[in-house]
């Protein structure tokens, strides 16, 4: 039997970061593979509310499917207002360099 938790997200995530929006668009599933602040996991069970998931360095830890959502769902938002800002910067015209003016440059004649 496949333990999977549906839940939808509000937001439209952008397809760089496939995990997160995996996590948030569909469904956390018994052996995909997620990231956290703390690095990829795999998750092991999930138990009504609860799942366990392991980190590529081993450690594992039983969490509650609610807290990885919000997890994933803010990682997607921060992920979203990145890329904006990097849109409007690579929007905006490049800036004029100032010139700048040097009084020694100034030659007198005698």
Known sequence: MSHSIRHQAKTSAPKAKADVVRAIENDFKVGEQYTNEKGVFKVLSIKGEQMVIRWENGEELKSSVDIQRRIQERRSQEQVAIEKKAEAAAAKPPR???RKTS????????
């Open 96 to 98: 004029a360099a100032a």
């Open 103 to 110: 009084k020694s440059s100034t030659v007198k004649s005698t």
